[in-house]
Nanobody, 126 residues
């Protein structure tokens, strides 16, 4: 089992920045793909970004150029740097993990992930 805890959410004005962190504990010796998702009220959970075991990244078009996912395996931490925030980025942000078959594997959909954090609220005011 792996436990994921997100932090770093909050209230920020449009154009501002936040940095989310996801810290893993438990069976962290396995290799995991990690992703960030978000869910706004009344909407489905949406893919934001993913990082492979090898550190390769992929970002959704809606956040490309503004958000950056990264990982520090030594600290069992995956971060999401969010710049130039917009009101439409308002949502609960979740990190998720799944065991990786290959070091360059990504995962883009919620159903592909086994472990989830509790979420952290991000609110962007206009």
């Amino acid at each position: 089992q792996v436990q994921l805890v997100e932090s770093g959410g909050g209230l920020v004005q449009a154009g501002g920045s936040l940095r989310l962190s996801c810290v893993a504990s438990g069976r962290t010796g396995s290799r995991y793909v990690v992703g960030w998702f978000r869910q706004a009220p009344g909407k489905e959970r949406e893919f934001v970004a993913t990082v492979s075991v090898s550190g390769s990244t992929y970002h959704a078009d809606s956040v490309k150029g503004r958000f950056t996912i990264s990982r520090d395996n030594g600290k069992n931490t995956v971060s999401l740097q969010m710049n130039s925030l917009k009101p439409e980025d308002t949502a609960v942000y979740y990190c998720a993990a799944r065991i990786a078959v290959y070091s360059d594997t990504y995962a883009y959909t919620p159903n592909e992930y086994e472990y989830w954090g509790q979420g952290t609220q991000v609110t962007v005011s206009s």
